[in-house]
């Protein structure tokens, strides 16, 4: 790589920034750019750079390109992989949250087009403004900022309807590693011109160039949503039941999470929820939520739910009578992760399996990690409608929480084992990163990989961009 020094490296860049930019290389400055939600990783920059413009960023591509000076990506700061954060300590952050503006909103033919700096959450609240939605709802869409959603792929709670990241962008305008710019904005529904290059940025994680901008899908704003937590026996009675609701919804089904008692009374424990949103103890509950259109029939929901206690399948259901009561429900969806973390350690995990595997998935990945360390307390739940488990473990009460992350690799070697089995995936939404680069060499297809590396190298062939991560 580079024989520049970091004073070489901050002097060059800074007249690169451009206004409105900022070049930041005091350790006290770049902190909260370093510092990402897990607090897994702990590697400085030599610099943190916030162009002001696309121009700005060409220019400093351009020349780290051909000085070979690595450049993390950077957005929101929320991944939970650890792509957005150096990992050699020679890298500088490109942050690209001052280049935020909204482009255009065409509300009537569902697009709009925004810069990567803008916040996931100031996009919804454009798109509602102009009497539309984009539904990609995560719960940190308060930070996370468009560049960062698409270069993860992310997905939020209404994929089952909506679609993730990918299947809600249009087109991407991206600057490439040598510093040109990839003139892809369009709102083409349909466009056969060869290979998808909007589709190899989005979830490329910042190692094929800079996302800078998107036109993303907007949609109708549905008139109510119908949502409800059911009582359910155990995984392969909630596959039953999701069958029943696709089958009397469509894609009017948004939402349907699956999450297990302990949760529940963990967020009781913890003072998380004022009361229990539930309608009686049960082992497992799901979360599903309808939508109701302009003119459209409502009581969807109501009425499978009645055919589903009807035939024994449910035993008993709170359906939501209030937004305050939808709120609250959801809220015990959204703080299972935080929960956990209250409770002493937890080993993590986000995978996904075709649908009708997910039963097997949580009863032979839970037994298998009991058996590694007896008292463990599974705690899966997340977006059972997509095949999205996140299969998370918590201490046995009172063990050592450091003793207890010893075993890490033992329950995540047992857990992947039946992933794959299942022909599963190891990371359903939150991508590779760090994190799980060394992984995806032991579980990807090798030709997959190789195709994946002869990408890379023709898109960014001194490798400066995001090096290390995800290949
Ligand atoms: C509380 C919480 C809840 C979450 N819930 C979900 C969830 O439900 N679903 C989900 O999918 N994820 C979830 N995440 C993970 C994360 O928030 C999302 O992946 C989010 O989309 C990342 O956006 P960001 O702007 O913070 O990206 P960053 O963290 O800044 O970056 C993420 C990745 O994208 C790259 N990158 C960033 N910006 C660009 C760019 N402009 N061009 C090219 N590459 C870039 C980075 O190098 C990195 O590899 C959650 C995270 C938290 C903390």
Known sequence: MTTLTSKDIVRALKPLVGDGGALLADPLEMKSYLTEPRKRFHVPAVAVALPGSVAALQAICRWANQHRVPLVPQSGNTGLVGGQVPLSGTEVIVNLSRINRVREVNAAAGHMTVEAGLILEEAHKVAEAAGTIFPLWLASQGSARIGGVLSSNAGGVQVLAYGNARELTLGVEAVL?????????????????????????VGAEGTLGFITAATVKLFPIPEAQETALINVADPAVALQLFYLLRERAGSRLTAFE???????????????????????????????????????????????????????????????????????????????????????ASIKHDVSVPI????????????????????????????????????????????????????????????????????????????????????????????????MQAIKAALDPNGILNPGKVL
């Open 356 to 451: 009708g595997a997910v039963p097997q998935l949580i009863a032979e990945g839970s037994a298998a990690v009991e058996r590694a360390i007896p008292g463990v307390r599974p705690c899966p739940f997340g977006h059972m409608g997509d095949g999205n488990i996140h299969f998370n473990f918590s201490q046995p009460a009172g063990a050592d929480p450091k003793a207890f992350m010893a075993r890490e690799a033992g329950a995540n070697a047992a857990v992947y084992e039946v992933v794959r089995k299942l022909g599963g995936s190891v990371s359903a939404e939150h991508g590779i990163g760090q994190l799980k680069s060394a992984l995806l060499r032991q579980v990807k297809d090798p030709v997959a990989l190789e195709m």
């Open 258 to 344: 699956l999450m297990n008692r302990f949760g529940i009374d963990l967020q009781l424990n913890y003072g998380l929820l004022p009361r229990d949103p539930t309608a009686s103890p049960s082992p497992w509950y799901v979360l599903a939520e309808v939508n109701r259109m302009k003119g459209g029939a409502s009581g969807a929901l109501q009425a499978a739910l009645e055919e589903a206690l009807a035939s024994g399948l449910v035993a008993d259901a709170v359906v939501a009578e209030s937004e305050a009561d939808r709120t609250l429900m959801w809220a015990a969806r959204e703080q299972m992760s935080e929960v956990q973390s209250k409770e002493g």
């Open 177 to 201: 590693a040598d510093g040109r710019l990839y003139h892809g904005l369009n709102a083409l529904k349909k466009d056969n011109t060869g290979y998808d290059l909007k589709d190899l940025l």
